[in-house]
């Protein structure tokens, strides 16, 4: 198993750009995450997915749209680039098994600067 | 959700042990206690957690108190490579197991 896998690993962005960021899990989880974390800081929740269809905003939704078509895909979406977005982004996924869900498996991460 | 205070750094001697705190005073009572680590700025790895109990994993060992108020994560030999930046984070499958993370301790283990 590969495990959760991102990309790209970095990318520069002018202002105002567009992209996409990827996270694919081989896994099978039911649950997928996404997280940003500022230099010196922790991570911060930006939206998750519960499955395929669903998901919701975390602590820092702002400037950010998702969508889970299947298990294995969640991709992060910034419409509008801007510096404040400038942040490492790590992708996370877990499974449910009956009233117990697994912990959380990360990526490796994608380093995006915006100038 | 619950969330934890850590101290911002720790420095631990070379094949000593290093016990890592985390008060966590206002856990509920089906949320779980979570180690992970970050060295560098790679994705985090998971160590351990636990409910109740204690738990002890090929990697360390966690230290619940009997109120579940505070936990010790526990590295029984520290090697310079469990250099990294040590988050505990509460989590229950209510609430989707979201993570919130703190600023976490920074682990230094010196030669």
């Known amino acids: 198993n590969a495990g959760v896998t991102q990309t790209p690993k970095f990318r520069i962005l002018k202002i105002g750009q567009s992209m996409t960021l990827q996270c694919a899990q081989d896994m099978n989880h039911n649950y997928m995450y996404w997280y940003r974390q500022d230099p010196g800081m922790g991570l911060k929740l930006i939206y998750y997915?519960?499955?395929?269809?669903?998901?919701d905003k975390g602590e820092v939704p702002n400037g950010y749209n998702v969508s889970r078509s299947t298990t294995e895909d969640f991709p992060l979406r910034l419409e509008l680039a801007a510096p404040s977005q400038t942040s490492v982004y790590f992708c996370a996924s877990s499974s449910r098994t009956g009233l117990r869900t697994d912990t959380q498996y990360f990526g490796p991460g994608t380093r995006l600067t915006v100038l | 959700d619950a969330k934890t205070t850590q101290p911002p750094s720790m420095d631990c001697a070379e094949g000593r042990a290093a016990n890592l705190p985390c008060n966590h005073s206002?856990?509920?009572?089906?949320?779980?206690v979570y180690w992970y680590r970050q060295i560098h700025s790679q994705g985090p790895q998971y160590i351990i957690h636990g409910l109740k109990n204690n738990e002890t994993n090929e990697m360390a060992s966690l230290i619940i108190t009997e109120d579940r108020k505070s936990s010790t994560l526990i590295l029984p030999h520290a090697t310079l490579r469990d250099t990294a930046v040590y988050y505990c984070i509460v989590g229950s499958h209510n609430n989707f197991n979201k993570f919130y993370f703190g600023s976490g301790t920074k682990l230094n283990v010196k030669p």
């Open positions: 206002t856990i509920s009572g089906n949320e779980y």
């Open positions: 997915s519960v499955g395929a269809g669903i998901t």
